[in-house]
């Protein structure tokens, strides 16, 4: 087998398109938004469900809020009262929204008919030109009251706009690559397969097995590799190294029997990777004749790995779809196309604003409710956002057997 690209058909935390999700396995979903709101947003309650009352409320009138999308070639809004998101995005070469930034566009606007309340709406600004545009717009977004800004751009723009100083912009969430918060009050929102990772070998810790051995495609980055040692280590793990592999068969069977070494003291191999050939890693570390293994895959995994037999018992963290289920539907009603996990994350952005806006009023968007240590329940799972400008996300865990995965225990109901 030799990969030279693969469709990636789910997001790095676990959110699939919904062509993966059955008919049998999306009808008590559908069935339970006939009654209540396909999302849970939890703002300074002392429980989870302390708030709930209050969403519920909102689900009554999902019915009557149809998103229709207006022209991209416009200046856009979605909604027309309450409190002002901004969402920044780029333009594609042809002047419209497209690709990623129109699915974040998109699950935005079915955010806000579902969840504004006539409370928030969500004005699109349009950042293609670069840094000096974005710089304007967070000037102009202050001047007219909004009280979040969303970024989807590239890490250069929205590096900008974190280092306007925090007294002179709204808060911003950022939905694209992660930066720095230079100034406070910027929350990276995106999870990815290293969290995946670092989630599933804490699993395999509380089984015993702590001496990790991990591979990865070798364009994994040197600061992927740090983040993921340290959070091994400061997990109770012994991090053994990182072996990287190329997209052949060949090269990944070698990538084992050079880590030969390493291999002889783990009792847990990490395999990240976005193609088949992780079955090929899993596969020849089991022909070396290594046992009393723990095999950990991550989010990342192409759903046709489950079926092959090399990586039964595999253990994977990551979101529980179900909650992207339930406004699938809608989402393919409204926009006649498949949902994808930015817009997912562009629904989630616009709960979590709603969600603080319709608790504490547009004045309560500030760090303190942002960062609640309770935190919130999305679309995109259970989390929560840190003052160090990181987002915390609690995964499920799940085994693969029989060409599928399958829960283990219950999902987190609370951090």
Known sequence: MTVQSIEQVQGSHGLRSTRQ????????????????LAISIVVGCGLLAGCQSDVDGIAKNVKTNDIKAPSSEVEESFGETGAEITLLLPKGAAGIYDGAARDVRDGAGLGVGELGGNQ?????????????AAATAVSAAKARGSVLLVSYASPAVTSAVAAVPADQRPPLLNLGAPVPPTSGNVYNFVSDEIDSAIDGARAAFASGHKKVLVFAQSDFPAAGEERLANAIRASGGTYLGLTRYDLTDAAASDAVKRAGANLQNADTVLVLGKTMITTTIAGAVKASGKTNVTFVGTSAWPSQAYSNPSVA????????????????????RHYKRTLTTD???????????????R?????GMNAQNLTSKVGFRGVTGLFRLTPAGTVERKMSLYSIGGGKLTLLGTTPASF
């Open 359 to 363: 608790t504490k009023g547009p004045e």
């Open 313 to 332: 018992g595999t253990v994977i963290a990551m979101v529980e779809p179900e909650g992207a289920t339930m406004i699938a539907e809608r989402y393919q």
């Open 343 to 357: 817009a997912a994350y562009g629904y989630d952005a616009v709960a979590v604003a709603s969600g603080i806006v």
């Open 120 to 132: 928030v709406f969500v004005k699109v600004v349009d950042v293609a030109s670069g840094a000096p």
């Open 21 to 36: 999700v059955s008919p049998s396995e999306g009808v008590g979903s559908l069935k339970l938004i006939k009654s209540v």
